[in-house]
């Protein structure tokens, strides 16, 4: 009995310490908590290690913003430099996929907020394997980020290395494996490469290069216009008969342009769709051709210009340049 009591006095005990532990804890939290900013601020540092250890570089190039500053100069030993998601994604999906697997274990993630900009910290282990060789890099990670809308982007990020275990010839391997998979088959890399490309064509025919516009297109890259009213030609097929067909075109108007009103990627980053404006000066004062044009630009996996349509309204063209009874 009298063990028995005993052990009912220290339950009771526990009772009123859990009771009183269980009050403070509601008056007083032990832990610290953390603002609606520096949670999203650290679900941005943990993303970084967690989007690019599974290849998602689509989501993790959101992460950042449009330009920001990357250095790496305590890994690599190059100097800190402004670059671009697109730039940072093309060179992680050219060596990550090739390990076999990749783990960036953050920790004592340590944010500051203050209006609109941010910094945070995190201890970094990474670790790398590929067959049966192995690297791993500690260090830590330090970011500047600021707020867009209800979204916090990186502007600065930063890799200070503290150790470093294995050999870096793993990269040799590495790079070559990775050769093999990714970088063309990067939805991202590939879009931004072809409306890149798409950029580029407008910029040639404008300042009339012909030349350099159609070594944009493959071989027997072909071009298609389909509501031509039966007056204007229909398109050509094959670089030799593309540049017979641009070439005559700069020497028929004293300028140029093609404002871009829309570019973008489809599902199929390999087809570009574009909503531009013709803005012509016809020779001799004879005023100012414009259209409306839609086109689409399909490339092949080497960001060769495959096929070309060209949309616009012949009823314009045809009124612009005297052909309007020959219209069918």
Known sequence: MQIKSIFTALFALSLLTACDT???????????????DEAAVATVVEA?????????????????????????????????????PLALMGEWAAVLPGFDRTRHDLSNIRVQIESAEA?????????????????????RYDFSLRKRASDW???????????????????????????????????????ERNKASVRRFFGLLESGNIDGMVEL?????????????????????GKEALLAYWSPVPD?????????????????????????RGE???PDGAGVYQNQYFSTFRFNADGQITEYVEIFDPVVAARSFGLLEELR
């Open 217 to 237: 297109f493959a071989e027997d890259a072909m071009q298609n216009n389909p509501y031509t009213g039966g007056v204007f030609p229909s398109g050509a097929r």
């Open 280 to 282: 012509l000066v016809l």
């Open 153 to 191: 982007q990186i502007t600065a990020m930063t890799y200070t290395l503290e150790d470093e275990t294995g050999s870096r010839e793993i990269f040799g391997p590495v790079l070559e494996a990775a050769g093999t998979k990714a970088v063309p088959g990067h939805t991202l890399v590939v879009a």
């Open 119 to 139: 910094t945070a910290t995190a201890d970094v282990v990474a670790l790398h394997w590929f067959g049966a060789s192995f690297w791993q890099v500690s260090g």
């Open 22 to 36: 269980a009050e403070t804890s509601m008056t007083k939290p032990d832990v610290q908590q953390s603002t609606p």
């Open 48 to 84: 970084v290690a967690n989007l690019a250890d599974r290849r998602e570089f689509d989501a993790l190039s959101r992460l950042f913003a449009e330009e920001f500053v990357l250095d790496y100069s305590s890994l690599n030993g190059q100097a800190a430099t402004s670059t671009t």
């Open 252 to 276: 028929r108007f004293d300028s140029m342009r093609f404002p871009i009103e829309q570019l973008m990627a489809l599902e199929d980053p390999n087809i570009v769709f574009v909503r531009y």
